[in-house]
């Protein structure tokens, strides 16, 4: 296991009062004991189980999918976020022994692992996790000291979304956003990894965006307060308020994209396309994972079978535009998505759109760890 800097582990330090959130049977005493001298069948009242979720907003569809919460007497409390990072502050901030499942990039998982933020998993307790996409399950980002602590559940890219009734040729690089005629109409989010996972490459020309010097990292981050100030129509807390800033027209085209956005401006009556540009983007694979001291460990368990199971698999992937993990379940896709994520040829899919690791934890005199690029990061969000 390799050691945390001193910056990251204030950042993954537990809340160690923290307590375990149990939900145990609701019982009417007077109730029951009137019944029992009347000598009619006791029955105990059981509550349902609450169960906690944090991830990104239309990722809760295939956890409602059919009648799994029906069936196990759920009551489903999801919380949504605007980064990655949100989760790490939530966890470490109180949410560690009163939180079921999340879902997570895979990068940080190892970070996670490190600092006790998760719970080892047992793929043997997942019956459908032989049936997952192997470049993803074979992932060694996903395990930390040969422990499972992720299992593949979706994914996708960060492709440049732009509007074809105002754009009538697609972008051919994300350098194209600094042209005047986009001046004051490019959507940026207030995503921190997602953006180095763009424009890391778009800057320096690396492959892996991630993986910077400091000085190259400064300079990514330079080019991004450029392109907000002088650009951007705005820095948008969430994905969703990109989709209603195209929905009402105020933007053209965006530093940085999901699939998901095109399919909640659609909703509100704008079309949106998008468009991978020729240095390529970051790749997302999220995992779903237990937390650490996770209240409802079995529960939780059958929702992750449940959750990358065909149906619901199906479901999320025609819902949201995304792409999913369950081989089984690619031919139950409409042709245009199976074909807009090139399940047939994955391998050269991810040779554009990369899957890339987050920021070192330490410093090694060359590589900017993660500590480095929060603090550059904040430049960016200030500016």
Not at 142 to 159: A, D, F, H, Q, T
Not at 257 to 275: D, N, R, S
Request: one cysteine or more; glycine letters at 8%; hydrophobic letters at 40%.
């Amino acid at each position: 296991m390799t050691s945390i800097s001193d910056d990251l582990r204030a950042m993954l330090a537990l809340s160690r009062q923290s307590t375990l959130s149990r939900r145990g049977l609701m019982k009417a005493s007077l109730a029951l004991g009137a019944a029992a001298l009347a000598g009619l069948p006791v029955r105990e009242a059981k509550a349902s189980t609450t169960m906690t979720w944090m991830g990104w907003q239309g990722y809760e569809t295939p956890i409602k999918a059919g009648t799994f919460l029906k069936d196990n007497d759920i009551d489903f409390q999801p919380t949504f976020i605007a980064s990655n990072e949100e989760i790490i502050t939530k966890l470490q901030a109180g949410g560690i022994g009163k939180t079921d499942i999340i879902t997570m990039y895979f990068g940080y998982l190892p970070l996670m692992a490190q600092g006790g933020l998760l719970e080892p998993i047992d793929p043997g307790k997942i019956p459908l996790f032989g049936e997952l996409i192997p470049q993803f399950t074979n992932n060694e980002a996903i395990r930390e000291s040969g422990k499972l602590y992720g299992v593949p559940w979706n994914w996708g890219s960060l492709p440049l979304m732009y509007d074809p009734e105002a754009v009538k040729t697609p972008p051919e690089s994300w350098q194209d956003l600094f042209k005047p005629e986009f001046k004051g109409k490019v959507a940026m989010v207030d995503d921190p990894l997602g953006n180095l996972l763009i424009w890391g490459t778009v800057v320096t020309g690396k492959p892996m965006g991630t993986l910077l010097t400091r000085e190259e990292l400064a300079k990514v981050i330079d080019t991004l307060i450029d392109l907000k100030k002088n650009q951007a129509r705005a820095f948008f807390a969430s994905y969703g308020d990109m989709a209603d800033a195209f929905a009402r027209n105020e933007v053209t085209a965006s530093a940085i994209g999901w699939e998901a956005v095109a399919v909640w401006a659609k909703a509100k009556g704008k079309v949106i396309k998008y468009t991978i540009p020729k240095e390529g983007t970051g790749m997302f694979m999220d995992c779903l994972c237990i937390p650490k001291d996770a209240p409802h460990p079995d529960l939780t368990y059958r929702m992750i079978n449940h959750i990358v199971s065909p149906e619901p698999q199906k479901i999320f992937a025609t819902e949201q535009s995304a792409g999913i993990t369950n081989l089984k379940t690619v031919p139950m896709l409409p042709q245009e998505l199976a074909q807009s994520y090139n399940y047939a040829d994955l391998d050269g899919f991810m040779k554009k759109a990369r899957l890339q690791p987050v920021p070192p934890s330490e410093y090694d005199g060359k590589t900017a760890s993660y500590g480095d690029f929060l603090q550059e990061y904040a430049r960016l969000q200030k500016a």
